[in-house]
């Protein structure tokens, strides 16, 4: 996984090719901002991504979001299906989401201290999402699941965690970490200043291998606290695993007595109100979530049973804290999104846009013979220059076909239209996009898989 996000930063200088596509929007201030902010942080960005690294051009700055779209510091305006990395599920600048947050600001913007709002949206979730029945608010995904490892450390007196090479569970120590050359590994450090001794606390397998799944039990029987995976693996790419591949996990987990955890950071919200737990009907033992719970917000949550959300303190030895945790704003843009998302047919008309939307670019694709598949779950897509009929893990990917997609996002820029700045990066479809913003998008992804495949 660390690997291809490696390849996405390591085309600093490249040109774009020439094309007969529409002339490049100017960038002229998003480069004099990108120059400035690389005075001030590393890469000039605050998260890797954003530097644009693995497509053309000087990143752009973002001015404003409203509904499907956002506009740039050049004034360009663009239909946008990166909504925030995925918690945007209502669009930008929803008007519930922004009375809500400036009614509840009018009162302050954090106690350090509980609130009714924290209450109020805990009860909207757990009320709707049979999976969990209490959870601890945090300010991100990657907090929520580096507590989700405490806790399953903590609650089964075991130190070793299993994950998956292809899937993405944020930035802490013990999860930034690759497979090695065996079918079942200890880690292997994917980022400086991760110490080996953290990863040796971490075994790697490959997804949809059974075999090495039972190997590695086997090895290490009685050590591992828990397996980690996203139920939907979206940060390499959109690796859809099957049903019964994910029981398979449930099962080996129970008959262990190891923890499961679904990481639903991406599919939580996205394929369901439930998220993949309640799509695939399989109970994991913690689950956590992200942004999409606060609006796009700093937010997370992790989730469990009453028995072993018991070991979190200040009812059990496991420690957890944090000042932002459950704010009153975040906690108010969260109580206004899942408040729409509960809209009866909501998910079913959310779906049927993207299912269509997503059908229309595949069969565009196949009647011109294009080496190109469009896969999706719910209202999440990605595009892949290839001819599998599925891809189920990261080594699935060929490296080269970034090289088409590079040509693909410049051409869709010039369109007006965006997406992340990474072909293996997913796309989200809001309940902010139209019919006729999708018609004017698929049209601009038409002509530029037109351009892509001519070369």
């Not at 719970?293 to 009453?306: D, E, F, K």
């Not at 030895?317 to 945790?325: D, K, N, R």
């Not at 909501?346 to 196949?366: G, M, P, V």
Request: some cysteine.
């Amino acid at each position: 996984m660390l690997d291809s996000i490696k390849k996405i930063f390591s085309n600093e200088g490249d040109e774009p090719v020439n094309t007969t596509g529409k002339p490049d929007i100017s960038r002229e201030k998003s480069a004099e901002l990108y120059e400035k902010s690389k005075t001030f942080f590393p890469g000039g960005v605050n998260s890797p991504v954003r530097a644009f690294k693995s497509v053309y051009g000087t990143p752009l700055f973002i001015s404003k979001g409203d509904g499907c779209h956002i506009w740039d510091a050049d004034g360009n305006q663009f239909i946008d299906f990166c909504c925030s990395w995925g918690p945007l599920i209502l669009g930008h600048n929803h008007p519930k989401v922004r009375e809500k947050v400036i009614e509840v600001m009018q009162n302050g913007m954090s106690f350090g201290a509980p609130t009714a709002l924290e209450s109020e949206l805990a009860e909207l979730l757990l009320k709707n999402n049979k999976f969990i029945k209490k959870l601890r608010f945090v300010s991100s995904g990657t907090e929520a699941v580096m507590s989700a490892i405490r806790l399953a450390r903590g609650y089964t007196k075991r130190d070793k965690i299993l994950k998956f090479e292809g899937c993405y569970h944020g930035h802490s120590d013990s999860l930034l970490v690759k497979a090695g050359s065996g079918l079942v590994t200890f880690g292997e450090t994917s980022s400086a200043g991760v110490p080996k001794s953290f990863a040796d606390e971490t075994i790697v397998v490959g997804l949809n291998d059974t075999a090495a799944l039972d190997k590695a039990f086997e090895e290490f029987k009685d050590q591992i606290a828990a397996i980690i995976i996203e139920p939907v693996p979206a940060n390499n790419g959109l690796l859809l695993q099957t049903k019964e591949y994910l029981q398979y996990l449930r099962d080996i987990c129970t008959k262990n007595g190891t923890l499961l955890i679904f990481d639903e950071v991406i599919s939580g919200f996205r394929v369901g109100f439930e998220g993949a737990a309640g799509h695939y009907g399989i109970q994991p033992d913690i689950i956590t979530y992200g942004k999409i719970i606060g609006g796009g917000l700093p937010v997370g949550c992790y989730g469990a049973s009453a028995e072993i959300m018991g070991s979190i303190s200040p009812d059990g030895p496991v420690y957890q804290a944090g000042t932002l945790s459950g704010n009153p704003v975040a906690m108010a843009a969260g109580i206004a999104q899942l408040t729409e998302l509960l809209r009866m047919g909501f998910y079913r008309d959310l779906n049927n846009k993207t299912e269509e939307f997503t059908e229309s670019i595949q069969r565009f694709a196949t009647a011109r013979n294009y080496k190109f598949k469009v896969f999706s779950i719910g209202s999440i897509f990605w595009f892949a220059f290839t001819d599998k009929e599925t891809i189920g893990s990261a080594e699935e990917i060929d490296p080269a076909s970034m090289e088409k997609f590079k040509i693909m996002h410049r051409e869709l820029l010039n369109r007006g239209i965006y997406l992340g700045p990474s072909g293996y990066e997913v796309g989200f479809i809001s309940s902010a996009h139209t019919k006729v913003d999708l018609e004017k998008a698929k049209r601009a992804i038409f002509e530029s898989l037109d351009l892509v495949f001519r070369k």
